[in-house]
Structures are given as structure tokens and as C-alpha cells.
């Protein structure tokens, strides 16, 4: 570790120390009689949970972050006061996690929709344009005093990461694709680690290296699991199995609940690709410029591929090979069972978005600043490339893509040539989704809506085949 990193650390375990410090007058202003000043108290229990779920960010992401958490930490110890009766942080700490955690009650939920309003005005949501298109709006909702942070579609369930405006508090909204129908939230202390995934039913998710799985109709927490290291990946969940991406250059397996790994993989840089395990085999990118293929029962690296560049871009895969991206500019095809590069395409930017099927003859690439491929699946060769491309928002008869300018850009297929194209301002997230002929449109300030194809397809959420085996593999 570096001389300035070790430096943050140790001011950094100075501040959490000074936690231990007692009351003195300034929380004596907060509430009088020398009481704890439980208002006062609860910013100081959040900006210790920053910290703790932070640091080691902040070390992966250099000098600069290391810094800032230095003086987070400063300011934490700063406004920490004493008194000769002052309270026990760590058990105020623990029941202010215990009620930040919990799943938002059905009220909040009604109450939040109730007091919104579907206000904005959008170029492509007018209905004679839409009609033209062959597009209509199945359903719209919004959130009231909500900024939204990220989102995504998974399996029929649309997932919004939040923030509060009021109480500055995170929360994870689950809506069913098909009604708009906001089923529940799940209250956070923190920003989430990474992109949930939804399995069998549950949504997994963590925060400050928390791991939560919700019940995917419900957002109960079947359980939670305090982990001691870093989430830096999706989770990729086999049966009861947890495989999890770690800025500690490591891919850790865990076992339903327990918070001790079953077994690791470790590479030489953090893990921020999703990690893919297929018939016992580990197959995953590091930040170290290789991918690897590992035996988690033999214990045995069977092959590596080394790109010489970070690789940070989920891969794909298919009974016989895996598909990932690298940011030496470009995509691979490798053998499952030797490791033997099958083909490679050179594309013209960096590959830092997950390599998508679009279909069984057809994998979907974005190259940063340089628009999005269509390649053959098995040999590699180019399609199409759309020079605009992001990412794909819906498949029905058309291939729609989020284009570079905020717009849906309708493609052929098979040909890749441009339809239409129309602006979507100001809807700041339209989330990835290859799955269904909806486009998803969320803006900034939690207003949303989808639209979708006139005679679409059935939206509603059912279990792949795909995922079937590969569960009955796993057990």
C-alpha cells in the first residue's frame, strides 16, 4: 500500500476511534439537559456507514478518493463531542442500520405515487407520432421527491436505485413491467455496490458489502449478510450460491446465508465484471488484463487468456464458448474446453459494456466512442454497425437502440439500417433490455413510462429454460 493511502487508513481508523468519544455541549444543543441528541447522532452513525463502505473504494479509486475520504473522515471527528454520559455509538449504530434496512411500508409506497404527477413532454410521446411508429403507452407512474440513480430491466421486474431528496436515504423501487404497478422498496444507508440481479424469484442486491436477497414480489429480506470484503460485480447466484466480483482481487462463492466463503478465485487487479460459472467452471475478467477459466472442485486455473488491457465488461457464453470484451478494443470468442481463441474482432473504441445476444445467430457490442456491432456469432465477422448506438432498449419487429444524442433509434435486425429516429429528452434512463418489444423511460425526477409495440408480446416475468438447466447443473 502506498504511503499516502496508509496515511488516509490510519486517519481514517482515528476518526471511527473518536466515535467512542462522548457528548459534550453541542449535542447538549440539540437536545437540552445533556440528553444524546438522537437527530445529531443519526448524521454521525450515516457518515461512519459512508466511511465504512467506502474506504475501500476509495483506496481502488487513488490518491484523489483516498483524499476526500481523509477529509470525511476529518470532518466526522470534527463534529463528534463528549460529555461525561454520553451514549454507546456502536449500539445506536446497530439500531439505526436495523431501521434503515427495512422494506418501506405499503403506505409510503401510495403515499409516494399519490403525491406525483406524470407531467413531462417528450418528442416521441406524441400520439399520433406513436400511432405512426406503431408504438403506444402502455402505462405511466412517477415518485414523488425522488431522484433517481440508476436503472434496469431484469426478467419482467423494472428495478429504480433512488435517492430521497428530503432524507437523503437510498432506496431500490421494484415495478412489474407489465402493470406499472410499484410493488415495494427497499430502504439503503448506503449507494448500492453494483446491479442487482434477479433469480428464482429474488432479487440480489448489496450495499456498503452488505448482501441482501428480496423477495422479488414481496422486497422482504430473506436474510442479510455483512461480508469482510469489498462487492465491486453483479452477483451471478447458482442455486444457493453466491459468486461475487471484489476490489480485492478476488471472486468469493458463498452459501446461502453464510458469511464465509465456500472457496475464492484470486486474480492481480479488482473484479468488476460479472463472473459466470457454467458445469463447475468459473469463468471471469479481471481489471489485470486476463480471463479466466477455473475448477472450483479441482481446485485448478484451466486456462487464461491475456488481453494485455483492463477487462471490466460483463461476458456471455453458450454451451460451447464465451463471448467477453476487453479494452485492448477487442471482442473474443473463446473454447470452453481448451481455452483456444476461436475468433477475435478488432473494433474501432475500448469494450466496457457487457457483450449481448441479440439472437442465436448474433452478439451485440458497444466500442466506446465508436457506436455498436452486430457480430457474427460464429465466426466474428462484422453485420452492421450503427455509428450512434449505445445500447439495445427493446427487440419486438424492430431492434431499438439508445443512440449517443438521447434518442430511440428504430434498426432492422438483420440489416442494421435506421428506420426512425426520435429524441427522448429529458428522459435520462432508458435501461438495457433485449428481452421484450418495451422501451422503458425513466427521467432524473422519477417520472416513467414504457412503451411498446401495438400487438406486442406478453411482458409478463417467466423463468428461462437456459436458467432451468443451468440450476439443475449446479445442484
Not at 445500447?391 to 449517443?404: D, F, I, K, Q, S
Not at 433485449?434 to 411482458?459: F, R, S, Y
Request: aromatic share 8%; with cysteine; proline share 4%.
Amino acid at each position: 500500500m502506498k504511503k499516502k493511502h496508509v496515511t488516509a487508513f490510519l486517519l481514517t481508523l482515528a476518526a471511527l476511534a473518536a466515535a467512542g468519544c462522548m457528548v459534550t455541549d453541542k449535542a447538549r444543543h440539540h437536545e437540552p439537559g445533556g440528553g444524546t441528541g438522537i437527530t445529531f447522532i443519526d448524521r454521525q452513525l450515516d457518515a461512519m456507514t459512508v466511511l465504512e463502505g467506502g474506504f475501500g473504494a476509495a483506496l481502488h479509486g487513488g490518491l484523489k478518493s483516498a483524499d476526500e475520504a481523509v477529509g470525511n473522515a476529518r470532518h466526522f471527528a470534527a463534529n463528534l463531542v463528549t460529555s461525561g454520559t454520553g451514549p454507546n455509538l456502536s449500539k445506536l449504530q446497530k439500531a439505526r442500520r436495523q431501521d434503515a434496512k427495512r422494506r418501506t411500508s405499503r403506505l409510503e409506497i401510495t403515499d409516494k405515487v399519490a403525491k406525483a404527477n406524470v407531467t413531462v413532454g417528450s418528442p416521441i410521446l406524441d400520439d399520433e407520432l406513436l400511432g405512426t411508429l406503431g408504438l403506444y403507452i402502455v402505462w405511466d407512474t412517477a415518485l414523488a421527491d425522488t431522484d433517481v440513480r440508476n436503472a434496469w430491466v431484469d426478467d419482467g421486474v423494472i428495478l429504480l436505485e433512488t435517492r430521497d431528496v428530503q432524507t437523503m436515504d437510498y432506496y431500490l423501487f421494484a415495478f412489474d413491467l407489465h402493470s406499472g404497478f410499484a410493488k415495494w422498496t427497499f430502504r439503503f444507508l448506503s449507494p448500492l455496490d453494483s446491479r442487482p440481479t434477479l433469480d428464482d424469484d429474488i432479487v440480489w442486491t448489496s450495499s456498503s458489502s452488505t448482501i441482501y436477497p428480496l423477495d422479488a414480489d414481496l422486497g422482504e429480506p430473506l436474510w442479510k449478510t455483512r461480508v469482510k470484503f469489498t462487492v465491486s460485480s453483479p452477483m451471478f447466484i447458482i442455486g444457493k450460491r453466491q459468486h461475487i466480483g471484489t476490489l480485492e482481487h478476488a471472486v468469493y462463492v458463498l452459501t446461502g446465508k453464510d458469511k464465509y466463503p465456500d472457496w475464492s478465485f484470486g486474480t492481480f487487479a479488482p473484479i468488476t465484471a460479472m463472473p459466470i460459472v457454467d458445469r463447475k467452471v468459473l469463468y471471469v475478467g479481471s481489471e489485470d488484463g486476463s480471463f479466466y477459466a477455473y475448477n472450483h472442485v479441482s481446485r485448478q486455473n484451466l486456462w487464461q487468456i491475456r488481453t494485455g488491457h483492463p477487462i471490466t465488461a460483463d461476458p456471455t457464453h453458450d454451451a460451447d464458448n464465451v463471448y467477453f470484451g476487453s479494452e485492448d478494443y477487442n471482442v473474443y470468442c473463446v473454447s470452453k474446453a481448451d481455452g483456444k481463441i476461436m475468433w477475435k474482432f478488432r473494433a474501432q473504441g475500448p469494450i466496457r459494456r457487457p457483450v449481448r445476444v441479440l439472437n442465436e445467430n448474433t452478439l451485440l457490442v458497444k466500442a466506446e466512442g465508436r457506436g455498436l456491432y452486430a457480430l457474427d456469432k460464429a465466426t466474428g465477422d462484422p453485420k452492421w454497425c450503427d455509428d450512434e448506438g449505445v445500447h439495445p432498449v427493446a427487440l419486438g419487429r424492430n431492434l431499438y437502440v439508445l443512440t449517443e444524442d438521447n434518442a430511440i433509434k428504430a434498426l432492422d435486425p438483420q440489416t442494421g439500417k435506421a428506420l426512425w429516429k426520435h429524441s427522448v429528452r429529458p428522459f435520462a434512463f432508458v435501461p438495457p433490455n433485449v428481452a421484450t418489444d418495451a422501451i422503458t423511460l425513466c427521467t432524473a425526477d422519477a417520472q416513467m413510462l414504457l412503451i411498446q409495440e401495438k400487438n406486442g408480446m406478453d411482458l409478463k416475468r417467466k423463468k428461462s429454460i437456459v436458467q432451468a438447466e443451468d440450476e439443475a447443473d449446479e445442484e
